[in-house]
C-alpha cells in the first residue's frame, strides 16, 4: 500500500508542477524508467531518492510519504 500512496502523490505533484517525467528524471539525476516504475508502484524509493524528488518538485518529502486521513 505504502508504494501505491507514494506512486500516486509523485504522478499527481508531477503534473501539478507541470513536469514531464523525463523533465523530472532529468531533475532528479535518475533515469526516466526508475521514475515511471516508482509512479507505477513497482519499485520502491529510498529516501535519499525521496528527497532529491521532492526538492525538484519544491515540496516537502513528508508530502510525498504522508498518509494522513486519506488512507
Do not use: C, H, W, Y
Amino acid at each position: 500500500m505504502e508504494k501505491d500512496r507514494l506512486a500516486q502523490r509523485l504522478r499527481a505533484f508531477r503534473k501539478l508542477k507541470g513536469l514531464t517525467q523525463e523533465q523530472l528524471a532529468g531533475l532528479t539525476g535518475v533515469s526516466i524508467a526508475v521514475l515511471g516504475a516508482i509512479e507505477r508502484g513497482t519499485r520502491k524509493a529510498d529516501p535519499k531518492l525521496i528527497q532529491k524528488i521532492s526538492e525538484a518538485l519544491g515540496i516537502d518529502p513528508e508530502e510525498l510519504t504522508a498518509f494522513g486521513a486519506n488512507r
